[in-house]
């Protein structure tokens, strides 16, 4: 059912549409704005008209929407209606239709059988031939080998031979799990286009590397010990820079440069074997060793480097400021006149007999040592103080300390201030060095006492950590017999089959030719049915 309401004509004529009656109380309206222009009171186009043509035209258009919403809902609503069965016409079953299904069956296999009497098929020959529309029919049949195909044969097989034979062939071994020794004879083998990749491809250097210097012997020696600071320092309390007191004071400043050297190639010794060499495939010994020798190269110039570095930073400071350190031997005190209010001052040091002062020449200032309570110079070969305790030993040597008869000297002089005589064994000169022993003990210091830095290699630990799973070469060499055999006896077949096809169907492409240039009957080894026959099944 379909509910089509029609309107009053009020309702689309033109005195509800905006742009047309409308329109014209819209003017007015506009006029209005910009020109002094008004209706009287009682004027039908003053307010009232337009009131009441746009309360007319909401009317219509709240009619046409209550209309179309009742009539789409009236649309919606179902239809009802009772089935009276006394007036129904029912025709019953007809017995005499033939059926499978007996009259007093019940509905069970009517169900399992779907209501199904009996299945009709149809089937048309003639309807799929002709949508199969072959384009030709081809048979064959057996008979005595073509001389061309046997000729075109022995032909392939003499060039295959013949190439097989002389031919060169790339070979790739691999060896598995391979051990050092087989892969140093491998390498001396093979070396250019061996392979090995490494299981592990991150490895540490303290696996393979360790690092155990052999410092000077004065840093193990009695020298840098306790007992002998005390010896020289003696019991006497007066304080006077020409004497013992401050080449005790320098040999504790050695001691400490020794501990501090120690302690820094310990630090950048551990720091530079927790590095990772990384190889992603195993390396020869001598490519090992010219990685590990670059490697400790490196590590040999920056750690004394970089602990001189730290030495002239903290020197600097020191110079800088000028401190007075306590043993007087850069500035001394000096007592000032009545002229001068009696302040004490401090007056820099100045070497004897030169022109070097600690204010201008810290590093180069140096003076002997006063060690006899008479003022008298006791010389001890290569032994000087300087503006600083720091300055005095690096501008020292080691000359007396070789010597017995110096160092039994230096403690006979020193035994006068002590009731405890303690004599320091000498260095040995038997012990090999790399130093003379007229050497600065500053050269000492920059190259962190070290004699020997006792580097040490396993190659072994290394291939170990390497662990290569495979290894595998590559080499040129020609074909074996039985290669070539196999080669042959393997294309045979595939020759057998593509010779044929190509010679077969080239033989035929002739024969179309000629056939298209007169009339010839077929070969008898081949027929081609061109024709298309209907078959119809009926």
């Known amino acids: 059912m379909t509910v089509t309401p029609h309107f009053h004509q009020l309702c689309s004529s033109d005195f509800v549409r905006d742009d047309r009656w409308l329109l014209y109380f819209q003017t007015q309206a506009s006029v209005n704005t910009t020109n002094t ?25 709240t009619a046409k929407t209550t209309v179309i919403n009742a009539a789409a809902v009236f649309s919606a609503t179902k239809l009802e209606a009772p089935i009276d069965p006394r007036g129904a016409n029912t025709t019953a079953l007809n017995p005499d239709l033939p059926s499978r299904f007996l009259p007093n069956s019940t509905f069970e296999p009517l169900v399992s059988n779907m209501f199904i009497e009996n299945w009709t098929l149809s089937d048309n020959y003639s309807t799929y031939y002709t949508i199969c529309n072959p384009d030709s029919c081809t048979y064959t049949y057996d008979q005595r080998y073509a001389l061309v195909a046997a000729i075109t044969v022995l032909i392939a097989f003499g060039i295959i031979i013949f190439f097989t034979t002389f031919t060169q062939q790339t070979r790739t071994i691999t060896v598995l799990s391979p051990s050092q020794t087989t892969f140093s004879h491998l390498q001396d083998q093979q070396k250019s286009s061996l392979s090995c990749l490494c299981s592990e491809a991150s490895i540490q250097y303290d696996v393979f590397l360790s690092i155990s210097p052999r410092l000077h012997q004065v840093c193990s ?15 006497d309390a007066v304080s ?21 050297a120690q302690q820094s190639i310990d630090n950048d010794a551990s720091e530079f074997l927790s590095n990772k060499l990384v ?20 590590f040999i110039v920056q750690t004394p480097n970089k602990f001189r570095r730290i030495q002239s930073f903290i020197y600097e400071i020191f110079r800088a400021n000028q401190l007075l350190v306590v043993p007087e031997t850069n500035w001394q ?34 003076r002997p040592l006063y060690i006899d309570a008479n003022y008298n110079t006791t010389v001890l070969p290569g032994v000087v103080a300087g503006c600083l ?29 002590t009731t405890t005589i303690w ?40 291939f170990a950590s390497c662990a290569p799973n495979s290894c595998s070469y590559k080499y040129i060499d020609h074909n074996t017999i039985l290669y070539i055999i196999t080669t042959v ?23 179309k030719i000629l056939r298209s240039m007169e009339v010839s009957p077929y070969p008898p080894s081949t027929r081609v049915v061109l024709s298309q026959p209907t078959i119809h099944i009926e």
């Open 279 to 298: 190889t992603i495939e195993a390396m020869s010994l001598s490519s090992f060793q010219a990685q590990i020798d670059s490697l400790t190269a490196t």
């Open 389 to 417: 305790p720091i300055d005095g030993i690096r501008l020292s040597t080691l000359e007396c300390f070789f010597d017995p008869n110096c160092i039994f000297n230096l403690a006979s002089i020193a035994s006068t201030r």
């Open 489 to 511: 006896l393997g294309l045979y077949g595939g020759l057998t089959v593509a010779l044929s096809f190509i010679v077969w169907r080239g033989w035929r492409m002739c024969q």
């Open 333 to 366: 005190l000096a007592f000032t006149t009545a002229a001068d209010n009696y302040v004490v001052a401090t007056v820099p040091r100045v070497s004897f007999g030169t022109n070097y002062s600690c204010i201008t020449s810290l590093s180069r200032f140096s």
């Open 240 to 260: 006077n820079f020409r004497d013992l007191q401050l080449l005790s004071i320098q040999f504790r400043v050695l001691a400490s440069l020794c501990s501090l």
């Open 37 to 61: 222009f008004t209706f009287y009171a009682g004027d039908f186009r003053g307010g009232a008209g337009s009131s009441l043509f746009y309360l007319i035209q909401t009317l219509c258009e």
């Open 221 to 235: 020696s009695d020298f840098v010990v306790e007992q002998w600071w005390s010896f020289l320092w003696g019991i």
């Open 423 to 462: 004599i320091a064994r000498p260095l040995s000169a038997s012990i090999p060095s790399i130093y003379p022993s007229n050497t600065h003990i500053g050269n000492l210091v920059d190259s962190l006492f070290v004699e020997d830095w006792g580097i040490k290699s396993n190659y072994s630990s290394y």
